[in-house]
Structure formats: C-alpha cells, structure tokens
C-alpha cells in the first residue's frame, strides 16, 4: 500500500512538471495523467502478484524438503543383531539334557521314573530309576547355568543397541526416523523379556526335576520299606554240618 502511495504521489509530481514546463518547439506533446496513473498502478499489482507467487514458491518448496526429512529412513538397523542374540538364546534351550522342554517326553519321563512309577519294579529297577532321575536333575542345573550364561553374555550387545538407538532417536531429522527408531527400541525390549523368559523357564525345570526327583525317592523309600517289613521272620531248622558214614 505504501508502495502505491508513493508511485501515485511521483506521478503527481511528474504531471506538475509536465505541466508547468513550456513547449521546448511547435511540436506539442499529449500527456494523459490518468492513463499513466493507472498504468503505473496496474504495474505495482502485478508486481505484488509476482511477490506473493514467488513467496508461495518458496513456502511450497520448504514443505516438499519438510515432507522429504519426514519420509527419510532410519540410516541404521539392529534387527540382525537381536535375532542372533535370540537365535543364541534359543540354541541353548534347544541343548537341554535328557528331558527338554517338551510336553510328550516330560509325560514320558514322568510315566517311566517318577511318582507312582518310581516304587514299582524289582530292586535294581528302582534303582537304575533313581539314577536317571539324578542325572536328570544335575543335566537340568546345568543347563540352567548355560542359559544364565547367555543371558549375560547378550547384555553388552544389548547396551550398544541400545545407545545406538536412543543416539539415533535423538537426531531424527523427520517423524519417519523417530517412528522407526522407537520400534526398534521395542523391539531390543522384547528381546530382553525372552531372555527373561527362557532364564525363568530353565531355572524353574531345574528346580522341578529337582522337587520331582525327591518326591519319588520318597515313594522309592517307602515301597522299599514296604518289602523288607512283608518279608517273613528267621525260621531255625536243623543244618547238618559234617556227613556222616
């Protein structure tokens, strides 16, 4: 608007002069005010248009680099690291000793050497029993130690995926790579919460074969027990010690 003032205010003052000052020959020269005030003026329009399309230019082209920055990829990934920290976890439930963790053998195992069938049999049964119950139990503590192992062994992979995420959480340059590096984070949780899982499931197999094994010496003992009390008492009779003629 100050803009058109002014060009209004220089086309009054040029129309002055042209006015005041005195034909320079014969030769007179047609000035009409209003048609160069209004030229003058549709000038100033169309340069402002030209302004407001260059300002919409550039507010076009700064949402397209915003748009771009939003839809840029994380420029890292910890997705194979978390599943060869899982893959490693899994591998040494897989390795589980004599009864793994699976429903049909446990059903098995329980059939043949523990509860009721602990107490059944001759005596070498039982105790051929009672030894791999034992065995069952130390394999068991054992592979609980391997798996506490592991778990450990995958903290400090853990804590460098870790850093690296949260380092890259905190420079996104757009809501893609925020979104990105979140997930990832829920993922490393995840994967924290399986080695939780299988430490607590190798622990607590441990700890059951362990219960198991004393509540069927106990049934072991008491059917033990059972047949030496039903056996019959010492009967004396006579016992020829030389032969005679």
Known sequence: MIKLRALAAASAVALTL??????ASAQWIVFDPNNYVQNVLTAARELQQ?????QMLTNQAQSLVNQARNLASLPMSTLTQLQSSIA??????????????NVQQIQQAYSTNYGAAAGAGSTNTMFASAQT???????????SLKVQAGVVGNIP??????NSLVSASQSATGALQAAQAGNQLLAL????LSDLVAL???????DALEQARTASAEAQGQQQYKTFSTRTGYVPGTVSMFSGN
């Open 88 to 101: 490693r976890t899994q591998a040494l439930l897989g390795q589980a000793q004599h009864i793994a963790f």
């Open 200 to 206: 607590l499931s190798a622990k607590s197999r441990a």
């Open 189 to 192: 949780q995840s994967q924290q």
């Open 157 to 162: 992979s853990n804590l460098s995926a870790m």
């Open 18 to 23: 042209a006015v005041a000052a005195p034909p």
């Open 50 to 54: 030209i302004n407001n399309q260059i």
């Open 133 to 143: 119950r034992w065995q069952n139990s130390v394999g068991a503590f054992e592979d």
